[in-house]
């Protein structure tokens, strides 16, 4: 069965630093990986998204992601944090075999201080 | 362009009490529809999927039941209300294909 972790509940970063938020997926074939980004009482609104090609892809607000195949990772990363930043985040994996469920992790708070 | 549409907002119902909310989609036709519940503000947990009118996935056994009577309107219902029911339920749709998901504003659901 299809799966995705987030390991972390919460990332404190500084305003300025740089931050990582840490993704790992299970999944039989080839993975289809995504991030969303959640602002308190809203729907969740899509970030990027890694189908095939190039490893390193870019989304949304000057936020990427690599996707680490031998790790079975996919983590998000910012080179330089902006305090409106600061929101919840998911990861998501789509399997080859179930192409109508896309699972979401249990979200990373990140929180990005001035 | 196209856009997804939940409501109510916000209702507080007392237990026992039927619902229904209701999610519509714009621009698209035949879109996979989904309802997820998010409880205090963590992790989505998938309810029902719906891939065309009429065909309804569960994915939990629950106090709640969906339908699809048009092709993009997926409303969500329960005949009676448990005070476990409460969270933010968030509507979703996706092309058909392997892409990223569009969410709705969602519905705050309380019920005392």
């Known amino acids: 069965a299809q799966s995705v972790a987030q390991p972390e509940d919460q990332v404190n970063v500084a305003e300025g630093n740089p931050l990582t938020v840490k993704c790992t997926y299970s999944?039989?074939?080839?993975?289809?990986l995504f991030w969303y980004v959640q602002y308190p009482n809203r729907g969740l609104q899509f970030l990027l998204k890694?189908?095939?090609?190039?490893?390193l892809v870019k989304g949304s607000y000057g936020f990427e992601a690599e996707f680490n195949k031998s790790q079975t990772s996919f983590h998000l990363k910012k080179p330089s944090a902006l305090v409106s930043d600061s929101a919840l985040y998911f990861c998501a994996v789509l399997g080859y075999s179930s192409a109508s469920k896309i699972i979401f992790g249990s979200g990373t708070r990140l929180s990005i201080r001035p | 362009s196209q856009t997804i549409h939940q409501w109510p907002a916000t209702l507080v119902q007392p237990v026992g009490s039927p619902l229904s909310l209701e999610c519509t989609v714009e621009g698209t036709s035949n879109p996979n529809l989904y309802w997820y519940r998010q409880a205090a503000g963590r992790g989505l947990q998938l309810l029902f999927y719906?891939?065309?009118?009429?065909?309804i996935s569960s994915e939990v056994p629950q106090n709640l039941s969906a339908s699809r009577p048009q092709d993009r309107q997926f409303i969500l219902s329960s005949k009676k209300l448990l005070l476990s029911d409460s969270g933010f339920y968030l509507c979703?749709?996706?092309?058909?294909?392997?892409?990223?998901?569009?969410f709705g504003p969602g519905t705050r659901l309380t019920v005392l």
């Open positions: 999944v039989s074939g080839n993975p289809y």
């Open positions: 890694y189908i095939t090609g190039d490893n």
């Open positions: 979703a749709w996706i092309r058909d294909g392997y892409n990223e998901q569009f």
């Open positions: 719906s891939v065309g009118i009429g065909q």
